[in-house]
Antibody, heavy 121, light 108 residues
Framework: EVQLVQSGAEVKKPGESLKISCMGS????????IAWVRQMPGKGLEWMGM????????RYSPSFQGQVTISADKSISTAYLQWSSLKASDTAMYYC??????????????WGPGTLVTVSS | EIVMTQSPATVSVSPGERATLSCRAS??????LAWYQQKPGQAPRLLIY???TRATGIPARFSASGSGTEFTLTISSLQSEDFAVYYC??????????FGQGTKLQIK
């Protein structure tokens, strides 16, 4: 079974750094893109960016470029999303999702359960 | 960047009836259009890809159509578990891969 397991909820203060994770199992991790999607409280889905674990090719949404860093450690089938200095506006649920192959790289299935990040002073 | 617009924002339908949700792309996405379902407290789930192909395990009461810029998701004979938020998303070419703002399907 293809599965994505995400790290647990985080509560942080503004200005702190954070790195959350997404571990893939049940498939060849290096051969599928991994995407990150933000969902702010009560709002819709926003594609943040994605990474191809085999060569670390990374693409960002213009809205998130420079705000977050996406990385991966293919030796442990894990992708990461990190912030160097959190803001209150980063409070959201963050999902990872597996992209498809080739022209379907932007088709996301399955999704991880999400990591809730709360940033508050 | 392609902008996806869904309508209506909220639709109220009685169980057993049919629901029709719409999605429009600001430019042609060919058939590279997906629909996702999100229930409260859950991650989104892929329902439809290629504009009209049901994902694995999706019941036949879910159907979809369209190409280019206009797309429709139809749920016939609504079940209680179908009341959720539905998002469309284009996935063609390179990113950014934008989602529609969602349509909330609620019980009438």
């Amino acid at each position: 079974e293809v599965q994505l397991v995400q790290s647990g909820a985080e509560v942080k203060k503004p200005g702190e750094s954070l790195k959350i994770s997404c571990m893939g199992s049940g498939y060849s991790f290096t051969n599928y893109w991994i995407a990150w999607v933000r969902q702010m409280p009560g709002k819709g889905l926003e594609w943040m960016g994605m990474l191809y674990p085999d060569d670390s090719d990374t693409r960002y949404s213009p809205s998130f470029q420079g705000q977050v860093t996406i990385s991966a450690d293919k030796s442990i089938s894990t992708a990461y999303l990190q912030w160097s200095s959190l803001k209150a506006s980063d409070t959201a649920m963050y999902y990872c999702a597996r992209g498809g192959i080739g022209d379907r790289r932007g088709l996301f299935d399955p999704w991880g359960p999400g990591t809730l990040v709360t940033v508050s002073s | 960047e392609i902008v996806m617009t869904q309508s209506p924002a909220t639709v109220s339908v009685s169980p057993g009836e049919r629901a029709t949700l719409s999605c429009r792309a600001s430019q042609s996405v060919s058939s590279n259009l997906a629909w996702y379902q999100q229930k409260p407290g859950q991650a989104p789930r892929l329902l439809i890809y290629g504009a009209s192909t049901r994902a694995t395990g999706i019941p036949a009461r879910f159907s979809a159509s369209g190409s280019g810029t206009e797309f429709t998701l139809t749920i016939s004979s609504l079940q209680s578990e179908d009341f959720a938020v539905y998002y469309c998303q284009h996935y063609g070419n390179w990113p950014p891969y934008s989602f529609g703002q969602g349509t909330k399907l609620q019980i009438k």
